[in-house]
């Protein structure tokens, strides 16, 4: 009975990760490896940060070895001008995956050369495992960087019922959407109006079922709907 109850605990694990937890840290001073563990299932986020190697390429190996991503950081960090740009991923098997730092064919490679994070992430498509439950407690988010858009399923709503979904402690470049089920149409818009740190958009839902939150930019937030 025990075994069954942690089996349970384990296969709902990649539904209840947090949006912007860090899973790993990494920092280069020479080409190498850094592991960390992944959850099958789960969403990670790979944040690529300026280094003194602008054209490294950062690797996501996978636990078979297999180079599954290679990411640019010249075009990560839109030409290392300071800002910090990231791709997502779906674990297809738990094991431990390694982010590894290829230096560039011109570098000499030493303190600073090269950083990039591991963080849990919401999905930016309907496959989304992130949610928004009516009533429920307030959602923590985060975009950790630049181009991290992301989707929350809102299941069940009802139709004709007047939902307010509210976001708290924002900047005032955050933005809302809501889609419909198929997210293919924008069915809501709202945004944070400069000097507040609160933001919000309302939905009268055409029909039963599920929708979806879309984030596509802005910082901190905690989400919640009534």
Not at 147 to 175: E, S
Not at 182 to 200: D, E, F, K, N, Y
Not at 206 to 223: E, K, Q, S
Request: hydrophobic share 40%; with cysteine; aromatic share 6%.
């Amino acid at each position: 009975m025990r075994a069954a109850i942690i089996f349970a605990m384990l296969t709902i694990a990649p539904s209840a990760l947090a949006d912007g937890a860090i899973v790993k840290s990494c920092d280069w001073s020479v080409a190498g490896s850094c592991p960390f563990n992944a959850t099958k299932g789960a969403d990670y986020l790979i944040d690529v940060i300026k280094g003194t190697d602008c054209e490294a390429t950062i690797q996501l190996v996978n636990p078979a070895g297999q180079v599954t991503k290679s990411l640019s950081v010249e075009q990560m960090t839109d030409f290392c001008d300071g800002s910090t740009g990231g791709a997502e991923f779906r674990v297809a098997f738990t094991g431990t995956f390694r982010l590894r730092y290829v230096p560039s064919g011109n570098a000499t490679p030493g303190p600073g050369a090269a950083h990039a994070i591991v963080v849990t992430d919401c999905r930016a498509d309907a496959k989304t495992h992130c949610s928004l439950s009516v009533g429920a407690r307030p959602v923590a988010n985060e975009r950790t960087t630049n181009g991290d858009t992301d989707w929350l399923k809102l299941a069940d709503l009802r139709r004709g019922k007047l939902y307010t979904i509210t976001a708290t402690g924002v900047d005032r470049y955050t933005k809302f959407l809501v889609l419909d089920a198929t997210g293919a149409h924008i069915l809501a818009r709202g945004q944070v109006h400069s000097g507040s740190t609160t933001g919000s958009v309302r939905l009268r839902p055409p029909a039963d079922g599920t929708y979806f939150l879309v984030i596509p930019n802005g910082h901190h937030r905690t989400l919640s709907i009534r």
